[in-house]
């Protein structure tokens, strides 16, 4: 009878501690106290594009917030919006004109906020070729990488009436700047924070060069956002808000202090796979895209109503999406409410 007693008291115990151990579990099944895992996929590898988020994560404010962030490199191979529909991410950084033909085609995507509320596509060209405006681009070869970046650029032939075949020569340019540098391209595209920046590094001072911003001649695209997948994120709103308030914070201090984001993102980047001064001329100008001259930085993340019109208007009219976009279901403003509440 005692042993049996014994075996009743022994089992009790045990059935007190497995209850005392589910009463510190979340309504997510998370022990209180740990982290909330969040997987951001990159659009690129690792570099200063990106540099809000690896100051983020190296100041702690991910888990200020109580998530664990993962960083997933992007490349040439990885499309971003794939990765965050099938759930291998939840949250991802894309072009707007990516994100638009995704959705449309059903991928359950929705933006969230808008980190870079300026293009930095521009054309380039040397001064001896006589490019100073657009208008000049007629009878001139003028390079894109083409596969998605073209749009603005066929745009802004649209805006001075140039014919792409009849006026002009549109070539698809390389991944180097190898044929500005040999005078096969006239007039290449480049990003302000990279390609341009190769430029100069080979010698060239601004004033041997022409610059065509998209900004200024209003046919600019909107760039770097993030999304979400729509299912992840109607279960994930405040996780999704606290992501990107911690995300936010590490852009202000990417800004203010861009040799401690370049430290971040170099702690991060593939061993040779660029250098720290380019890095450093890559977080200067990406800063001003981030934060142009004049913007409120309160206002880093917020959505423009009229620049993603802007954006979807050019990606419709190009084919790039077959429908109008429905702009209520593209993006989404509550995050960003969430974010400054």
């Not at 990885?78 to 995704?102: K, M, R, T, Y």
């Not at 603005?152 to 009849?166: R, T």
């Not at 800004?255 to 061993?271: G, K, L, N, S």
Request: include cysteine; charged fraction near 25%; charge should be negative.
């Amino acid at each position: 009878m005692m042993k049996r007693r014994s075996i009743c008291l022994l089992f009790a115990a045990m059935l007190l501690f497995v209850l005392a151990a589910c009463g510190n579990e979340s309504a997510s099944g998370e022990t209180e106290g740990d982290l909330t895992p969040v997987k951001l996929q990159l659009k690129w590898v690792p570099q200063a594009q990106f540099a809000g988020y690896f100051m983020a994560m190296e100041e702690g404010y991910y888990e200020e917030e109580g998530l664990d962030v993962s960083i997933v490199p992007g490349g040439p191979d990885i499309v971003p919006e794939q990765q965050v529909a099938n759930g291998a991410a939840d949250i991802g950084i894309g072009w707007v004109a990516s994100l638009l033909p995704h959705q449309e085609q059903g991928l359950p995507l929705v933006q969230i906020a808008q980190v870079y509320q300026k293009s930095g596509l521009v054309l380039v060209s040397k001064k001896e070729t006589g490019i100073s405006s657009p208008e000049d681009l007629a009878g001139k070869n003028v390079g894109n990488w083409m596969g998605g970046n073209e749009f603005e650029v066929l745009a802004l032939f649209d805006k001075y009436g140039l014919d792409q075949n009849a006026d002009l020569s549109f070539v698809k340019q390389g991944f180097t700047m190898d044929q500005f540098f040999s005078d096969e391209i006239d007039a290449a595209s480049a990003m302000t924070y990279n390609e341009y920046q190769v430029v100069l590094a080979e010698g060239f001072a601004e004033s041997d060069l022409n610059v065509i911003d998209m900004n200024e001649e209003g046919v600019a695209m909107l760039e770097d956002n993030l999304f979400a997948n729509t299912e992840w994120l109607e279960d994930n709103k405040e996780i999704a808000a606290k992501f990107v308030r911690a995300s936010l914070k590490g852009w202000q201090a990417a800004i203010d202090d861009p040799e401690a984001a370049v430290d971040a993102v170099m702690a991060e980047a593939e061993e040779g796979s660029s250098t720290r001064e380019h890095q450093l001329k890559m977080m200067e100008e990406v800063a001003k895209l981030v934060l142009p001259e004049g913007f409120d930085p309160e206002n880093i993340g917020q959505i423009d109503d009229a620049m993603f019109k802007q954006t979807a208007e050019i990606a419709h009219e190009y084919g790039v999406i077959e429908e109008p976009a429905d702009l209520d279901a593209a993006y989404t403003h509550e995050i960003m409410e969430m974010v400054n509440e």
